[in-house]
C-alpha cells in the first residue's frame, strides 16, 4: 500500500513541479542590428546596439505616448521611453555579454549613452539606439559579445542583412556572426509552414543566444 | 510481533509523509531554481516538449499580430483570430503565471472534487482575461495612459495576488497541520496502546467508530454555521474528546468542501486569477491600436476559455492522483490517513512556497513592462 501511495505522491510531485517550473515563451521579438567600435589603437571601446521591437510590444510601448502628427512619434517624444527603456535595462545587464579571450566578463559595461527610439510609421515598429562602453577599453585577442534574454521573454535575433558591423577595426581582425536557427523570429515567420519541424532547434534562452565573435591578430 | 508491524507501519507512513513533504518543497525550489538565472548562468536548453510548447505558443502568438491587422479589412480574418486565440490560449496555459500550480496544489490540499477544479479553473482563468480587459480598456482606451502606467499597476496587482496565494496557503497550512497532527497522535499514540494493550483490537471496531464520527462531522456541519473559525474549532476539538479513534479514516477533510468551501474557493480564484496574463495585454493594446479594440476583447476571452481547459486538465489530473492516493490508504484506516494528512499540508506549504516565492520574485511570472 505504501509503495503504491509512494509512487502515486511522486507522480502527483511531479505533476505540480511542472507546473511550478513552467518557461514563458517570448512576448517581444528584437530584431539586432550591432556595431563594435574600435579605438584607433586597435582596443574595442564598446557596443553600439539598435533594436527593432515587432508591431504588438511597439504598439504597446507607443500606447499614451503624445504625439503631434498622428501614426508616427519624433525622436523627442520617444525620449521619456528611452530613458524608461534603458533604465530597465540595466536590472537584466542591458542582455548584452561579454567575453574576453574565453572568459566571461561581469559588468563590463558603463551605463549606456547616445541613446534614442526611432519610430518607422511604415512599418509601425520601434527601434532603441544605445551605446555600450566597456568601463576599460578591451585589447584582446578574441572577444564574444552575446546578446539574449535568459528567460526568454524577449527573443533576440539579428536583422538578415549585414547585421554586425566593425566600426574602425584594424584589418587584421576576423569578424564572426552566429545566428541560431530560430524559426519563428519574425523575418522567416510563415504560419502555413513549421509543423512538421517544430520541435527541431528549439531552445530557451541562450540556445538562442546571437554571438559576435571577433578575432585579432 | 504484531506489536512491531504496527510500529513500523507508523514509521513508514511518517517516512512517506515525510518524504512527500521535502520532495514537494524540493520541486518547488527546484522550479524557482530554474527560473532565476544570475548573471552569465545560462538556462538548460529547452527542448523535447518543453520546446515543442514554446515554439507553438511563440508561433500561435505571433500570428496573433497578422489576423489582427486582417480583420480590419477583411472581417472574416476574425474567425482566424478566434481559433488562433483558442489554440493560443490552450498552448500558453503551459507557461508561468496561469495559476496550475498553485490551483493543482490547493485542489490537492483541500480534497476538492474534479468538479469543482474545473469550476475553479475556468473562474481563475476567466477573471485574469477580464482583468487584462478592465486594465487596457481603463487605462489605455479611457484615459490614454502610457505602457509604463500600465505596467507599474499590474506590478501592484501582481503583488497583491502574490500575498493572498500565501494567504490561503497560510490557512490552508494551519487547518491541515492541525488535522495532520491530530491524526499522528491518534494513530501513533493510539498504535502503541493497541500494540501493547489490545493486540486483538481489529480494523472493524475503527471502522464503525470513524462512520459514526463522519456522520457526526457532516450534521454538525451543517446544522451550524459552518464559515465561523471558532465553531470550527469547537467542532475539531469536540471530535478530538469524544472520539480519539473517529478519525481513523474518516473524510474529515470535507468540512472544507461542499457548500461551505465555495466562499473559500472564492479566494482561491482570486488569488490566482487577479492577475493579468502580459500577453493578453499587449494583445489588447495593439488591437486598441489598430482600432479593433472588441477583436482583442473576443481574442482575450477566448484564449482565456483556452487557458482554462489546459489548468483544468491538470488540475483534473491532480484531483485523481489526490482520490487514487485516498483509495489506496483507506485499505490501512490509520497509516494510511495520516499519510493522506501529510500530503494535504505538503500541498498547502506547497502553495505557501508558490506565492512566496512569486512575491520575492525568486519564480519568475511573465514580465509585463517595457522590458
Known amino acids: ?217 | 510481533m504484531k506489536r512491531s508491524t504496527v510500529a513500523s507501519n507508523a514509521f513508514s507512513a511518517t517516512t512517506v509523509a515525510v518524504a512527500a513533504a521535502l520532495l514537494l518543497m524540493m520541486s518547488a525550489l527546484s522550479a524557482a531554481l530554474a527560473q532565476g538565472h544570475p548573471f552569465g548562468i545560462r538556462p538548460p536548453d529547452a527542448t523535447g516538449f518543453t520546446g515543442w510548447i514554446i515554439a507553438e505558443q511563440s508561433r500561435f502568438y505571433r500570428a496573433l499580430s497578422g489576423l489582427i491587422r486582417a480583420a480590419k479589412t477583411d472581417g472574416s480574418a476574425l474567425w482566424g483570430l478566434m481559433g488562433i486565440s483558442f489554440i493560443y490560449g490552450i498552448f500558453h496555459a503551459a507557461g508561468p503565471g496561469h495559476g496550475k500550480a498553485v490551483i493543482s496544489s490547493y485542489l490537492v490540499a483541500n480534497e476538492e472534487t474534479w468538479r469543482r477544479g474545473i469550476v475553479l479553473s475556468f473562474a481563475a482563468a476567466l477573471l485574469q482575461a477580464i482583468t487584462a480587459i478592465v486594465i487596457v480598456g481603463i487605462a489605455a482606451a479611457l484615459i490614454g495612459t502610457t505602457a509604463k502606467m500600465m505596467g507599474d499597476t499590474v506590478r501592484v496587482i501582481e503583488i497583491v495576488s502574490y500575498a493572498l496565494i500565501v494567504l490561503v496557503g497560510a490557512r490552508l497550512f494551519w487547518v491541515k497541520g492541525r488535522a495532520f497532527r491530530r491524526t499522528w497522535h491518534e494513530v501513533v499514540s493510539g498504535a502503541k496502546a493497541d500494540g501493547s494493550a489490545t493486540p486483538k483490537h481489529d480494523d472493524h471496531v475503527h471502522h464503525r467508530h470513524s462512520h459514526s464520527a463522519h456522520t457526526h462531522g457532516h450534521d454538525h456541519l451543517h446544522g451550524q454555521a459552518h464559515h465561523h473559525h471558532d465553531e470550527q474549532r469547537d467542532h475539531d476539538e469536540e471530535d478530538d474528546s469524544v472520539l480519539p479513534w473517529g478519525h481513523a479514516h474518516g473524510p474529515e477533510p470535507e468540512e472544507l468542501a461542499g457548500p461551505g468551501g465555495w466562499h473559500r474557493g472564492l479566494s482561491a480564484i482570486v488569488a490566482v486569477g487577479l492577475r493579468p496574463c502580459s500577453g493578453a495585454i499587449i494583445v489588447l493594446v495593439f488591437a486598441l491600436a489598430q482600432g479593433l479594440f472588441l477583436a482583442g476583447v473576443a481574442s482575450t476571452i477566448v484564449m482565456g476559455v483556452g487557458t482554462a481547459i489546459t489548468v483544468g486538465a491538470i488540475a483534473t489530473l491532480a484531483v485523481a492522483a489526490r482520490s487514487a492516493a485516498k483509495r489506496v490508504a483507506a485499505t490501512r484506516p490509520g497509516y494510511g490517513s495520516l499519510a493522506l494528512r501529510g500530503i494535504e499540508v505538503g500541498a498547502a506549504l506547497l502553495v505557501m512556497i508558490f506565492g512566496a516565492l512569486l512575491l520575492t520574485g525568486y519564480m519568475a511570472s511573465e514580465r509585463t513592462g517595457l522590458f
Open chain 1, 1 to 217: 500500500m505504501l509503495y503504491r501511495l509512494a509512487s502515486l505522491l511522486t507522480g502527483l510531485i511531479c505533476l505540480l513541479a511542472a507546473g511550478g517550473g513552467a518557461v514563458a515563451h517570448p512576448h517581444v521579438w528584437v530584431t539586432m542590428s550591432e556595431e563594435l567600435l574600435f579605438a584607433p589603437d586597435g582596443s574595442v571601446t564598446g557596443v553600439r546596439n539598435a533594436w527593432t521591437f515587432d508591431d504588438m510590444f511597439s504598439a504597446f510601448a507607443t500606447q499614451g505616448i503624445e504625439q503631434k502628427n498622428k501614426g508616427t512619434f519624433t525622436r523627442a517624444e520617444l525620449a521619456p521611453l528611452a530613458q524608461v527603456n534603458v533604465d530597465s535595462l540595466k536590472e537584466y545587464a542591458y542582455f548584452t555579454y561579454a567575453k574576453v579571450n574565453g572568459k566571461r566578463q561581469k559588468d563590463a559595461f558603463l551605463p549606456p549613452t547616445d541613446y534614442f527610439l526611432d519610430y518607422d510609421p511604415k512599418a509601425t515598429v520601434l527601434t532603441l539606439h544605445f551605446t555600450l562602453s566597456f568601463k576599460a577599453p578591451v585589447k584582446a585577442k578574441a572577444i564574444e559579445i552575446e546578446i539574449y534574454d535568459p528567460e526568454f521573454f524577449i527573443d533576440f535575433g539579428f536583422g538578415a542583412n549585414n547585421p554586425v558591423r566593425l566600426v574602425g577595426a584594424p584589418a587584421d581582425c576576423t569578424l564572426l556572426v552566429n545566428k541560431p536557427q530560430d524559426d519563428y523570429f519574425p523575418n522567416e515567420l510563415r504560419l502555413d509552414k513549421n509543423f512538421a519541424t517544430s520541435e527541431a532547434n528549439i531552445g530557451m534562452g541562450a540556445s538562442f543566444a546571437n554571438k559576435i565573435s571577433v578575432a585579432c591578430r
